[in-house]
Every structure is written in structure tokens, then in C-alpha cells.
């Protein structure tokens, strides 16, 4: 059998995330585990400026959008072994539901519980709401806000009225309910979101719309490409080069900018 010749720097990382994990794809496709996790659990890895348990939150949010549920069980226990709390955990697959829909979370949900389960970890976890039936709209307007301005009052006023309910859904149901919740901050809701929009694919106007909406709540353009740089390896590079542009779109790097102003 051919031997596989792994980095110092991709069994390290693999072994933070996965400790004492004995590989069966080892034996099975030895030169993919070493094409694969030397690139992904080294060279990638070596791109990012994430901290190790933000980098495992994008990717948990990247696979439900994805529709992987066994790479989401194995990133559950990851997720657990570097310290993400059960409550982040769920709140990552919470703050999916509006976005992916109730549909494709259904089993993630379940699979959630099971890993939970597995490890000893007590269910139902602690709730983490903040609004009621009578203020979840009113927050939901000021969360959406925060994030994307002033736009919030014209998209309202520009939408037909026969349309105007999925507006208030939006306000009251998708923030309201899920971006004001506690466990998660605001900031890094919003990086979650874009991380299941690039996954989802198909979703360009809302990527660009949450480019803009990450980049007014403090997540830069670089740390934008960061998290589709560490989620290439979970998306492929299509959705990975869609993203790209999305963002050169919205905030073009300053070669770009300056590019563009030599051409006038």
C-alpha cells in the first residue's frame, strides 16, 4: 500500500479538530486523504486569519446550506471538541432555518440531537430568545438596521402591496426571530448568513445584499474572502468564484479600483 505522506501542519489541524481519529478513507483512497488534507487542513488553513472555532461555525452553517449531513455530524463533534458550546451550535442551526428553510433542516435538527445525545449533552439547552409576540417586529426592523441602513425604510415603501406581508415576514420572523437571539452577536449572525447564501448558490442578489450588510456591521472585505477562502473546500470552486465576484462587486479591492480609475 502506498504511504501517505501528510504535513506536520495538516495532521496538526486535523487532529485539532478530530482528535485521535482513526481515518477508514486512509485505507481506502490514501492518495486522496493526502492530496485532500494536505491542501485543506494546511495550505487553506494557512490563508486564514479565523480564529479556529469561527472558522467550524462558518463551515457548520456552509453544510446545512449544502445539504451534507454527514459531513454536518462529523463538524458537530469538531465543533465540540474545539469548545463551541451547545447553545452556539444550535443557534448556528436556528439562524439557517429562514434562509435554507425548515425543509432541509428538518434532519439536521435531529441529527443535531443525536450527537448531543451521544456526548451526554442535556436536552432541551437553555433558550436564548429576546422578543415576544408583540415587540419581535419592532426588534426585527431594528436589527435589520443595524445591518442595512436607512434601505430597510425604501425597500418597505418600494414593495408592492400585494407583496408587503413578505416584508413584515422578513421583519418580524426572519430577524425578529432569529437575529435577535442571545448566543450568538449580531455580527457574527450576518457572517453566518453569507457563509449559507455562498453555499446555497443561486442566491447572488442576497449575497451581494449581505456583502453590504456584513461590511456596515465590521466584517471587511478581507475577512469576507477569508471565510469563502476556508469554505472552498466544502463548496467547490464554482460557488467559491461566484462569491468572489459578489464581493469585487460590492467592495472592489483597491488594484481593482485603481485599475478602473486609470482606464477613465
Known amino acids: 500500500m502506498k504511504k501517505i505522506h501528510l504535513t506536520e501542519n495538516a495532521i496538526k489541524n486535523h ?3 478530530f482528535p485521535n481519529h482513526e481515518s477508514k478513507l486512509q485505507q481506502t483512497d490514501p492518495e486522496f486523504i493526502a492530496l485532500f488534507d494536505n491542501w485543506a487542513f494546511d495550505e487553506v ?8 472555532k469561527t472558522r467550524v461555525m462558518m463551515i457548520l452553517a456552509s453544510t446545512i446550506a449544502s445539504q451534507a449531513l454527514g459531513e ?3 463538524m458537530v463533534g469538531a465543533a465540540l471538541n474545539v ?4 447553545v452556539v451550535i444550535k443557534e448556528i442551526l436556528y439562524q439557517s432555518v429562514p434562509y435554507v428553510g425548515v425543509a432541509k433542516v428538518f434532519d439536521f ?4 440531537n443525536a450527537v448531543f445525545q451521544e456526548r ?4 432541551p439547552v437553555e433558550g436564548q430568545s ?4 408583540e415587540t419581535r417586529f419592532e426588534k426585527g426592523v431594528a436589527a435589520q438596521k443595524a445591518i442595512f441602513g436607512e434601505a430597510i425604510d425604501k425597500m418597505r415603501q418600494q414593495s408592492p402591496k400585494d407583496q408587503l406581508h413578505i416584508q413584515d415576514f422578513l421583519a418580524a420572523n426572519c430577524f425578529g426571530d432569529y437575529y435577535t437571539r442571545n448566543g450568538i452577536d449580531l455580527k457574527t449572525r450576518e457572517l453566518l448568513t453569507f457563509a449559507m447564501l455562498i453555499s446555497l448558490g443561486g442566491c447572488e442578489p442576497q449575497v451581494k445584499g449581505h456583502v453590504t450588510g456584513n461590511l456596515k456591521i465590521g466584517n471587511h472585505r478581507t475577512c469576507l474572502i477569508d471565510v469563502v477562502t476556508q469554505l472552498l473546500p466544502y463548496i467547490g470552486y464554482p460557488r467559491t468564484l461566484n462569491a468572489l465576484r459578489m464581493i ?4 472592489p479591492s483597491k488594484n481593482m479600483a485603481s485599475a478602473a480609475t486609470t482606464a477613465h
Open 45 to 52: 488553513i494557512r490563508q486564514s486569519q479565523l480564529d479556529t
Open 83 to 86: 469548545g463551541l458550546t451547545p
Open 130 to 133: 429576546t422578543t415576544t409576540a
Open 120 to 123: 451526554g449533552i442535556e436536552l
Open 248 to 251: 469585487d462587486e460590492v467592495v
Open 72 to 74: 454536518y455530524k462529523v
Open 15 to 17: 487532529e485539532e479538530l
Open 109 to 112: 435538527l435531529h441529527a443535531t
